[in-house]
């Protein structure tokens, strides 16, 4: 049995026990704090720690700062356009693309256009951890209590303790 049935998920088992997981449109578990808005898909209990899979939103103006982690992260653009660079290069990519940000690539995104965009990023169980920490960190004492530049040196602080490492002051090419 990979999962357990949970609120917004759906098991269908086999005849030998072995369980599928459907998470329908719309559903799964919202995470949104710090600038990040994403609903975890599926977590890496249900995968028996394999992997993780979240669709995040980002909104005219929003993105993820130039950082890097030790596990490769795959994204699949769902909707509008979003602008992934790296020290290679800028892509304005679209939905249907697909980028692979491989374990220590330096990797920023975010959405320069005026409409929505929406992404699906699948990494591997580790991921997890910084997020979860950030979520714990905010319930302590909120992000929106904060100036912008403190609410960015806790997630630097939280990041450099779970695997992402921010690199501030860089920008990718």
Known sequence: MIGTIRKNQ????D???VDLIRVAKGEGSRFAVAG????WKIRGQQTDGKFCMFEQVLEPGTGVPLHTHSYSEAFYVLSGTIEFASEGGVWQCAAGDVVIAP???KHTFHNRGDETARLLSISVVGHERFFDAVEQADRAEPFSALAPEAAMAR???IGS??????????KAR
């Open 10 to 13: 759906h098991n269908m088992s």
């Open 15 to 17: 005849d030998r026990g």
């Open 36 to 39: 990040a808005d994403l609903t």
């Open 103 to 105: 374990a220590q690539a």
């Open 155 to 157: 997630i630097v602080a």
């Open 161 to 170: 303790e779970t695997d992402t490492n921010f690199v501030l002051g860089e």
